[in-house]
């Protein structure tokens, strides 16, 4: 599939590998504006996952200054390939055509009116028909809100009161019980099951039978070093049915990234009801739920309300970038382009006697030097410092393919990652790792 096919001009993604990074990555704006943040914004960014303590600090990009497609420029002008793609929020990549056009043509008409607007039907019409089971929508700003919104009607629609989070849901208290400035007592009604590996599976399973009388929702964010099996998310949706459960995915991430419909298309199974965000409006903030009109309709039954949910602009970027991978081959496009990233490292890792491994969905790529969390984070950071210096962002574990990226992006990467690795094996970094601690 070409560029041109998502709204995108060809020639101007054909040039878009990154100017040659001369020396040492210099980042002097970078480091002036975190000594500022440092002093004005707690934590220095609005989100965890973007800390510069997340990446490699001293050695990697803290501030961006603006992108175009797959590319990005830092405050200091220094150019990369992005697979950070707004924590997974930019699926179109930046400055896409598609989201551009639905701003400019619909600005004049306001951001948020002081009623309902024809954007709110049109908007979860457009999602609604691509979301499996889905009959009704709900629209909020926030992974957090769409999954906290999950929680509040799964109690209300099943009358218990206890929840199975798995993976990341979001920060708000049922989630994030055992964090600072949450009351203990929460801790009593939130199950907090691991899934990244098959020796979990059992003991979900068992928990949901022990426990199925007091447990409203199963809300499963599906793990990303690793594809779960089909069978075990069909059984799993049994179990929960089989006690009152509700089964619900947390498609914030998979959402428009797996299938069209997400995880329920992918793996070929039902949920009760989904979460989505992030790609839902390709950066835009927005989030949702989506599901039949049996569970939805009890939304109209609880106090679940947000003045921005109906903001304008949001919905109408929702509305065309659902039309972009409706109408493309965006799907199969990221899924190809992963794969050909993923074949790639994994054959030069090999080659440079490197851990590191990518694993998991293709359009969703996993970076893993070692099971050992503190090892791989080690590593992690030396790795993706040393892409950076290449021309190269990446998150030190879960990375994302966007509709935008290019066979020689891929390509570029793949040699940089050959060169980091090698740099990295002369330097001695995997010499002391244990056999049983690798990928």
């Not at 979001?170 to 199950?191: C, I, K, N, Q, S």
């Not at 009890?298 to 409706?326: D, I």
């Not at 799907?331 to 491994?357: D, F, S």
């Not at 962002?393 to 940089?416: K, P």
């Amino acid at each position: 599939m070409t560029a041109r096919n998502l709204g995108v001009d060809e020639g101007r993604q054909e040039r878009g590998l990154p100017r040659p990074i001369a020396g040492e990555l210099k980042l002097d704006r970078s480091n002036a504006l975190l000594a500022e943040a440092r002093r004005l914004v707690p934590g220095v960014t609005q989100s965890l996952m973007k800390r510069p303590e997340m990446f490699a600090l001293g050695s990697f990009p803290v501030f961006l200054d603006g992108g175009e497609g797959a590319l990005v420029r830092d405050v200091d002008g220094n150019e990369y390939i992005d697979y950070i793609c707004g924590l997974g929020a930019n699926t179109l990549g930046h400055n896409h055509p598609a989201v551009v056009q639905a701003i400019r043509e619909h600005l004049e008409k306001g951001l948020l009116h002081s009623l309902p607007t024809e954007i709110e039907v049109t908007a979860t019409r457009a999602l609604v028909d691509l979301i499996p089971g889905a009959e009704m929508a709900r629209f909020f700003k926030t992974g957090a809100d769409a999954t906290s919104a999950a929680i509040r009607l799964a109690r209300h629609v099943t009358g218990k009161e206890k929840v199975v989070t798995i993976g990341y849901n979001g920060w708000h208290d049922h989630f994030m019980f055992d964090t600072p400035g949450v009351p203990a007592v929460l801790r009593e009604y939130t199950y907090r099951m691991p899934l990244m590996a098959e020796a979990d599976e059992q003991p979900l399973l068992d928990l949901i039978a022990k426990k199925g009388s007091e447990i409203a929702v199963v809300l499963l964010s599906l793990p990303y070093k690793r594809v779960v099996s089909t069978n075990f998310l069909r059984v799993l949706r049994e179990t929960c049915h089989a006690h009152g459960v509700l089964f619900v995915l947390d498609e914030v991430v998979t959402g428009f990234r797996l299938a069209l419909g997400g995880a329920q298309e992918f793996h070929d199974i039902k949920a009760d009801f989904v979460c989505l965000s992030k790609g839902i409006a390709a950066g835009m903030p927005l989030s949702a739920i989506a599901g039949p009109r049996e569970v939805m309709s009890r939304l109209a039954e609880l106090q679940v309300s947000t003045t921005f949910g109906g903001e304008m602009l949001s919905l109408e970027v929702c509305k065309a970038v659902l039309g972009v991978y409706k109408d493309t081959d965006y799907i199969p496009r990221i899924a190809t382009l992963g794969k050909r990233l993923r074949e790639g490292i994994n054959e030069n890792a090999a080659k440079a006697g490197a851990p590191l491994r990518v694993l998991g969905y293709d359009a969703i790529p996993f970076f893993l030097f070692a099971d050992d969390l503190a090892i791989h984070t080690k590593l992690a950071a030396q790795f993706v410092g040393a892409m950076a210096k290449r021309g190269v962002i990446l998150r030190r574990d879960v990375n994302f393919m966007s509709g935008v990226h290019t066979e020689a992006q891929i390509d570029f990467t793949i040699g940089a990652a050959h060169d980091a690795l090698v740099e990295m094996t002369k330097r001695g970094a995997f010499a002391d790792i244990p056999a049983g601690a690798r990928s």
